[in-house]
C-alpha cells in the first residue's frame, strides 16, 4: 500500500477476503451472522483493530496454521473501532473469525429493514446502505475504499423470500425449513459498494450479449419498472463503447427501496435507487423521467468510476461522484438530443457548482476529512457539481478526444485497484502531451472559490485581472491558471491565462469572455461595456449558453453588492424579457430569490411587477397545455412561470389554477407536468378544507412522483397554523423517513412563511438529531432550510444555538458556517439596497 494514503487504521493488516453468512429475521428484525476475513498481517503484532458499529460481538478467534487464538474485544464506540488482542503475536495470512447480532434498523443505513404496504397490508424488505462508512453496521470490516477484497456471500432465510447481492446466485441449498443462498464470488472491491437484499421482490429483466440486467420492485410497483430497463440497456451499450471496457459482471440488477436516504447507491451490480428516481411510465412527467434517466445513467458510470477504478481516500470522492455527474449527461444526450442536456448541463450542474462556491465557508473539491461524519457533508454541490464542470472544462481545453483516450488509460492502467487525482492526471497528460496538467488542475482541485475575472476595455485592448470572487470580501487571494475562451465581432479565441493581470490586445468593439460558459469563473464588465452585450443578448446574436452565463454573472456580482438591485431589474426589463432556456430559467430563479427574499418589504412590488411582466410573457409564449414535440425545457418553464405569477396572486393565472383544480376533483385527466403546481396554489389559496383533501390524497397515493407532489403542497399553505400542522406531520409516521425533509423544505421556501421554520427547527432538533444518523446525510438539509432567514436578530440565535454543543454533529459543522453566511448575505444585501 502506498504510504501517502490516508486510513484511520494502518496497513499492516490488509483484508484479501470476506465470508459472510447472514441469517436475518423479518419478525424480530435482529440477525445473527458468521464473518470470517482473511488477512495478511506483515509485521508481528498482537493487536488488530478494525471497524464495527452497533454490532453486538459474540467472540473473535484468529486461526493461523492450524492454531486458534481467542481475542479480547475492545471496542472504541465514538470511533466505531474494534480492538482485538491476542495472547500471542501473529505475522503472515491468517483468518479472523466472528459471531455477533445486529438489529435491522429503521434508519436507512446499515442492514436496514423498509417498510411498505399492499392492499392495506404492512409489508416489509430488507436492504443494504454502506456508504460511506456503514458496511460496519452489518459486519466487522476494514470499512476503507482503500482496502479492497473479494467477498462471498450467504445467506439463510425463508423459502419463500427473494434473494439480492452483487453477484447471481450460486446454487440455494434446503435447510430445514428455510433456504441457504449461496452468491458467486465478487471481484476485489471496497466495503461500501457490497449489497444485500432480502424481501417479496418483482423484476423484468433483459438479456445483453454479457448481462442479465433486472429492475426489481416491489409486487405492486413493478408495473413502473420498464422505463428503467429500457434506459439501462441504451446506456450500459454507450459507456462500454465510451469507456471501451465491457460492464465486468455478469449480473445487473436496478433495486427500488421504498426507504431510501439518498437517490441511488452504486452498489456493484446491485444499484439501490428512490423509487421516485426509478419507476415511472408514459405518463410520468419530463422533469421525473429526465431524472430517472439521468440518475440511472450516473450509477451506472459508478460501475467504472469508483466500482472498478475506487479513490484511495475520501478525500478523492470527486473522481467517483464529479465523473459521474458529468459523464451521466452525455449518455442520456447521446440517445435523446432533443432534450438539451448540454443546455441543461449548465443550470443543474455549472451553476449550481458556482453558487455553492461563491462563498467563503465553501470547501476546495480536494478536502481533508477524517470521521465518518466529516466524510458525508462532503456529498455536496462541491464534490458532485463542481467536479463535473471542472472536468468538463478540461476536456474543452484538451479536446473530448484527448480526455476519452486519457480515460481509458487510467481505468485500463488502474482496474480492480485504487488511485487518486494525480494518477488521473497523469493518464491523460500522456495522451495531452502540452501543458503541464497537473500544475493546472492543482489550482482548481486544492483552492477553494473561483475566479472572477474582471474585463476593462481600453483604447486598443482589453486589461483582464483576476481575483477570488466571493459573495461577501474576504482576504483570499488564490491565483488559477485559467483557459479562457472569448469571443467577438470577429472570431472564437482560447489561451491560458498564468498570471494576475492579462493584457488581450483586441481592438474589437465588444468582448464576451468564457464562451459558451466552459470555464468555472464568473466575469465582471466594465459598466460602459454591459450596454452592448445587453443588446447583443435582446438580439438573440449571443448564444443561448452566453446569454444565460451573462445574466447569472450579473445577479451573483448584484448579490455581492457590485451593482444596484435596480440597476439588476433595469437590465432585466431591457434585455432578457424575450428570453429563451437556459436564461429564462436564471431569471425566473432570481427572479424567486428576490420575491421571498423581498416579501412584506417596501421593494416588493417593483419586484412582483417584473416578475409578473416576464412570467406572463413567458407563458403567453408557450401556453397553458402541452403541445406535440414541445421541447422538455419548455414544458419544465410552464410550470415555473404558472408557480411565480400565482404566487404573486396574479388573478388570471389563479382563476385558471382553480379551474384546473376542480377538473382534477372531477377526475378529469391533468398534465402531470403542472399536477404539482395547481396543487401548490391551490395550498397557497387554501383552507382547512383544501388541507384534508391534499392531505387524503397523500394517504391514498402510490405513485412516488404523485406522493412527493402533494407534500410539497401541504408546505405552500398562507395560513401558518397550517403550516405548523404540516410541519408536524413531516415527522410523523405518516410521512416516510427519506422523505421527512420535504415539508420543513417546502416551507422554507414559502414566501409567507417567514421565521417559522427556524422556530420549528429550534423546538424539535433534539428530535432530528436522534433521528437522522450521519450515514443518510438528511440532517444537514434542515440547517439549510434556514438560509432563507434574513434579520440580524434571528441570525444570532441561529448561531448561538449551534455553539451549543448539544446542538452540534460534525456532519452538520460545514453547513451550518455556510447557512450563516448565506444569511449575512441577504442581512447585506437588504442594507445596501435600503430595504
Not at 462556491?357 to 454541490?381: M, R, W, Y
Request: with cysteine; net charge positive; charged share 20%.
Amino acid at each position: 500500500m502506498p504510504k501517502e494514503v490516508k486510513t484511520t487504521l494502518n496497513f499492516n493488516v490488509i483484508p484479501s477476503h470476506y465470508l459472510l453468512h447472514f441469517h436475518p429475521n423479518l419478525k424480530t428484525f435482529k440477525f445473527s451472522a458468521q464473518t470470517e476475513i482473511t488477512v495478511q498481517v506483515k509485521k508481528l503484532t498482537k493487536i488488530i483493530t478494525l471497524h464495527s458499529k452497533e454490532l453486538k460481538i459474540t467472540t473473535v478467534l484468529i486461526q493461523q496454521n492450524n492454531s486458534v487464538q481467542k481475542a479480547k474485544i475492545k471496542l472504541d464506540v465514538k470511533k466505531e473501532e474494534l480492538a482485538l488482542t491476542f495472547s500471542k503475536s501473529i505475522k503472515g495470512h491468517a483468518k479472523l473469525l466472528f459471531t455477533y447480532t445486529g438489529k435491522h434498523n429503521n434508519g436507512m443505513y446499515g442492514f436496514y429493514r423498509s417498510q411498505y404496504t399492499v392492499k392495506g397490508k404492512k409489508s416489509y424488505l430488507l436492504t443494504t446502505q454502506f456508504e460511506s462508512a456503514s458496511a460496519r453496521a452489518a459486519f466487522p470490516c476494514f470499512d476503507e475504499p482503500v482496502f479492497k477484497a473479494t467477498f462471498d456471500v450467504l445467506i439463510t432465510t425463508e423459502k419463500n423470500l427473494f434473494t439480492i447481492s452483487n453477484m447471481p446466485i450460486k446454487k440455494e441449498l434446503d435447510i430445514k425449513t428455510k433456504k441457504q443462498v449461496i452468491f458467486q464470488t465478487s471481484p476485489k472491491m471496497s466495503t461500501y459498494l457490497l449489497y444485500l437484499g432480502i424481501g417479496n421482490f418483482s423484476y423484468i429483466s433483459a438479456q445483453t450479449k454479457h448481462t442479465l440486467i433486472r429492475v426489481i420492485t416491489t409486487h405492486d410497483q413493478i408495473k413502473y419498472a420498464h422505463l428503467a430497463l429500457a434506459y439501462t440497456k441504451k446506456f450500459l451499450d454507450f459507456f462500454e463503447k465510451y469507456f471501451q471496457i465491457p460492464y465486468p459482471l455478469p449480473k445487473l440488477d436496478l433495486i427500488a427501496i421504498p426507504d431510501f436516504a439518498s437517490g441511488a447507491m452504486e452498489n456493484w451490480g446491485a444499484i439501490t435507487f428512490r423509487e421516485i428516481a426509478l419507476l415511472g411510465d408514459e405518463h410520468t412527467s419530463v422533469v421525473v423521467k429526465q431524472n430517472i434517466a439521468i440518475t440511472i445513467s450516473h450509477e451506472l458510470v459508478h460501475q467504472w468510476f469508483g466500482n472498478l477504478v475506487t479513490m484511495q481516500w475520501w478525500d478523492d470522492l470527486w473522481l467517483n461522484e464529479s465523473f459521474a455527474t458529468y459523464m451521466s449527461y452525455k449518455a442520456v444526450d447521446h440517445y435523446y438530443p432533443e432534450w438539451e442536456l448540454p443546455l441543461q448541463y449548465y443550470e443543474d450542474t455549472i451553476n449550481n457548482a458556482l453558487n455553492a462556491d461563491q462563498l467563503c465557508s465553501t470547501h476546495p473539491i480536494n478536502v481533508d476529512v477524517k470521521t465518518p461524519g466529516e466524510v458525508a457533508e462532503i456529498f455536496d454541490h462541491i464534490s458532485y457539481d463542481k467536479g463535473g464542470s471542472v472536468l468538463h472544462m478540461l476536456e474543452h481545453f484538451v479536446s473530448e478526444k484527448v480526455f476519452r483516450a486519457g480515460l481509458y488509460k487510467y481505468l485500463k492502467k488502474y482496474s480492480y485497484q485504487n488511485a487518486t487525482k494525480y494518477d488521473l492526471w497523469n493518464s491523460i497528460q500522456q495522451v495531452y502531451k502540452k501543458n503541464n496538467l497537473s500544475k493546472i488542475m492543482q489550482t482548481w482541485i486544492n483552492q477553494p472559490g473561483y475566479p472572477l475575472i474582471t474585463v476593462k476595455q481600453l483604447a486598443d485592448s482589453y486589461q483582464l485581472t483576476q481575483q477570488t470572487f466571493s459573495l461577501i470580501p474576504s482576504e483570499s487571494n488564490e491565483k488559477w491558471l485559467i483557459p479562457i475562451n472569448y469571443q467577438n465581432n470577429v472570431t472564437p479565441s482560447t489561451f491560458l491565462m498564468q498570471e494576475r493581470k492579462h493584457l488581450l490586445k483586441d481592438k474589437s468593439p465588444w468582448l464576451k469572455l468564457n464562451t459558451d460558459q466552459h470555464g468555472f469563473y464568473r466575469v465582471k464588465y466594465d459598466t460602459d461595456m454591459l450596454p452592448a452585450l445587453g443588446g447583443l443578448l435582446k438580439e438573440k446574436k449571443l448564444s443561448l449558453l452566453d446569454s444565460a452565463g451573462l445574466e447569472s454573472d450579473l445577479f451573483s456580482l448584484t448579490l455581492a453588492g457590485e451593482y444596484s438591485l435596480e440597476h439588476y431589474l433595469q437590465f432585466l426589463e431591457r434585455y432578457c424579457l424575450d428570453s429563451s432556456y437556459p436564461l429564462n430559467f436564471g431569471v425566473s430563479s432570481h427572479l424567486g430569490y428576490l420575491f421571498r427574499l423581498t416579501y412584506h418589504k417596501d421593494i416588493f412590488i417593483r419586484i412582483k411587477n417584473v416578475s409578473i411582466k416576464f412570467h406572463a410573457q413567458q407563458l403567453e409564449k408557450i401556453g397553458w397545455h402541452h403541445t406535440a414535440n414541445e421541447s422538455n425545457t419548455n414544458t419544465m418553464l410552464r410550470s415555473l412561470a404558472i408557480a411565480n405569477l400565482g404566487l404573486a396572486n396574479h388573478n388570471p393565472t389563479l382563476t385558471k389554477i382553480n379551474q384546473l383544480f376542480s377538473q382534477l376533483k372531477d377526475k378529469q385527466p391533468l398534465d402531470a407536468n403542472i399536477r404539482g403546481v395547481v396543487y401548490n396554489l391551490i395550498a397557497w389559496q387554501g383552507s382547512p378544507e383544501i388541507y384534508d383533501y391534499l392531505l387524503d390524497r397523500y394517504k391514498k397515493e402510490t405513485l412516488p412522483e404523485e406522493n412527493r407532489k402533494l407534500l410539497r403542497a401541504l408546505g405552500m399553505f398562507h395560513n401558518k397554523e397550517l403550516l405548523k400542522k404540516s410541519l408536524h406531520l413531516s415527522q410523523s409516521s405518516t410521512v416516510r423517513l427519506q422523505d421527512s425533509f420535504v415539508i420543513p423544505l417546502s416551507v422554507s421556501m414559502n414566501p409567507n412563511s417567514g421565521s417559522l421554520i427556524w422556530h420549528w427547527t429550534k423546538d424539535h432538533w433534539s428530535g432530528l438529531l436522534k433521528k437522522h444518523d450521519h450515514g443518510t446525510h438528511m440532517l444537514s438539509n434542515m440547517v439549510h432550510n434556514l438560509s432563507i432567514i434574513s434579520d440580524l436578530p434571528t441570525r444570532k440565535e441561529i448561531e448561538i444555538f449551534f455553539k451549543n454543543k448539544k446542538n452540534y454533529r460534525d456532519d452538520i459543522k460545514m453547513v451550518i458556517k455556510q447557512t450563516l453566511e448565506q444569511i449575512d448575505i441577504n442581512i447585506n444585501f437588504l442594507r445596501r439596497n435600503g430595504l
